[in-house]
């Protein structure tokens, strides 16, 4: 099938370019032909955000959104930001003290899941064709320039042998092709290597995110109350933070964010999220409530610094597939929605000058440098490196001095170079950490967490979970870090079996993977490599 553009990726960059490209051709009077493949089996289904929304984007791309019907119906009403100093003790930080990027006035606490579904609505009513349900498996390129990409193969068995069922993949050809495939894509991963585009920029840097919604006591809750909290229950040399929004519908959010360059193997981003809920601080709004979704991912937050080169012949890197967030807010839903809306700008321009298409769309960086966007991650291109060299306590003060004296302009630009994955310390050199059982209450195993997130693939095809050596996980991480994979994985795929017998074994179960790219990012051997399982597997989350 051949296209005009082909868009990979229904998440909030991916739609709306979708929707400013043909909001263009509208206008132009002329025809576009614009087709999104999305992963999951429907719009939404993979989209996991905390999620606080800035609506600067939206203003733009829909300024008629309200009438529309857009699914932001709580107002942040005030923001509590907590330093968490033990397990039971906390200090609320004064409003001043605290960067103003982290102010939440005039945003609203929404489901960007909803939010997603609500766009494609937008992007069909303008004649854009959306296709759930079909991965984007691999590139095609011809002489050097990026013609597309293939869909997966369905009813393939475990071997890669095909079953009664089987349906080849379609190959989606365009002028020019988008990726919006989110944190971590494995084509957007594919084009950053093939092309360089990371040359002479720092390392991109991630975090792994989780994220609760629980029903509470309608007396508790305090529709667009924003908490943020740093401090407990991470250790010094651990970055991050935690959060919990009072949502409508009597139901709040609450997650942790772990930055991925921790460097003791023994920790458990799963297990300190489970502590996280214990806090008096958060455990006062969920005593008493009902658990009823959980999900994990990886966020990219190395920003301007760990900037790809965003163009290449024949397309563009969008949104967090580029890592458009903005850390200093801890926001990259109103930045990836910018990114697709410039993409989009310079693509149709292209298209009007030159219908043949495969130019490398260098406009873009124009675009983009002109643009808030640019400005907004220029401004909080130190708050990063600036966590990691310094730590929770004295980077948060300095972030507090450049964002709110200086307007994040300080005349220099710290950098962090060193890779997440390169940061693990031996396991014989790192203090072995001890959690504590999952009470059921407020904290709980990973298998029954993995089953809120309503997650399933089709058992009887390929492993999405490459090992590029099979040898790895017990000869080298199991032999010098204790193979952490079992503990960052968030959702139990990794597992290292019999101990007992002194003959350890790797097993991957990934029928459990809730597609968060961590194994991708942190395994220190850099062996695991994530690829798209079967259109449509996954988590399917109702309204994260």
Known sequence: MEFDVVIVGAGPSGLSAAIRLMQQAKSANSELTVCVVEKGSEVGAHILSGAVFETKALNELLPDWQELGAPLGTAVSHDDIYYLQSDSQARKVPNMLVPKTMHNS???????????????????????????????????????????????????????????????GMELRAKYTLFAEGCRGHLGKELINHYQLDAGKSPQHYAIGFKEIWDIDPNKHQPGLVLHSAGWPLQSDTSGGGYLYHAENNQVVVGLIIDLNYSNPYLSPFDEFQRYKHHPVISQYLTGGKRVCYGARAIAKGGLNSLPKMSFPGGLLIGCDAGTLNFAKIKGNHTAMKSGMLAAEAVFAKLAADQQGGSDLTSFQSLFEQSWLYDELYRSRNFGPAMHKFGSLLGGAFNTLDQNLFGGKLPFTLKDNTFDHASLKLAADSVQLQYAKPDNVLSFDKLTSVFLSNTNHEEEQPCHLQLLDASIPIAV????????????????????VGIETNEPRFQINAQNCVHCKTCDIKDPSQNIRWVTPEGAGGPNYPNM
């Not at 590139?139 to 193969?153: F, M, P, S």
């Not at 991480?477 to 290292?496: D, F, H, I, L, T």
């Open 477 to 496: 991480n199991y032999a010098k870090y204790a193979e952490p994979a079992q503990r960052y994985c968030p959702a139990g795929v990794y597992e290292v």
């Open 106 to 168: 005039g945003n609203y606490i929404v489901s960007m899941g909803n939010v997603c579904r609500w766009l494609a609505t937008q992007a069909e009513n303008l004649g854009v064709e959306i296709f759930p349900g079909f991965s984007a498996a691999s590139l095609i390129i011809e002489d050097n320039v990026v013609k597309g990409i293939v869909t997966g193969d369905m009813g393939l068995d475990k071997h890669g042998q095909q079953k009664s069922s089987f349906t080849p």
